[in-house]
């Protein structure tokens, strides 16, 4: 029904973004890749993709088409849901995502919280022929207040569904090593990191 919405970013959160068009707020679920495209912007354009359950008619929002066709062969996957294909998406980039499922890395996938070694197997059986890597990579932004990265980071996993405490302990886990990353890559090596437990 609803093909992109293009406004002004009202909030914006590494999980959510509300755009404001025509005097309404739509709140978009986002990847952490659409969450650097549209940070520090006023106004954004996101291709959309409706998920309509019995208890719940979500949006979806992608800063680009690539992004959101992955996302589509993503849901078609017996076992994956909205929710999940969020969060991988959030864990790799379109680029790196598409790379993993070709060269049939099963044990990327499967540290990638949610997914478990027959949802990654499925996975790529069933992507693998339909998901070609593409080339071009892109640019993340860096924040300079670390704390509020790292307070960000938290939160962002918290929401992802991780306890508080686990969340800051894979957070300060990665800044340890690599005080200066980015907010979007700092979340998405302290998902990896929990699969290396």
Known sequence: MYEYIKGEIAELTPTSAVIEANSVGYLLHISLNTYSALEGQKTGKLYIEEVIREDAFTLFGFSDLSERALFRQLVSVSGVGANTAGVILSSFSVQELQQVIASGDVNAIKKVKGIGLKTAQRLIIDLKDKVKPEGGSGVLPLVSARNEVR???????????????????????????????????????????????
Request: avoid cysteine; hydrophobic fraction near 40%; charged fraction near 30%.
């Open 151 to 197: 307070d960000e980071a938290v939160q962002a996993l918290s929401i992802l569904g991780y306890p508080q405490p686990e969340a800051a302990k894979l957070v300060d886990a990665v800044l340890a090593q690599q005080p200066d990353m980015p907010l979007d890559k700092l979340i998405k090596e302290s998902l990896r990191q929990n699969g290396k437990k």
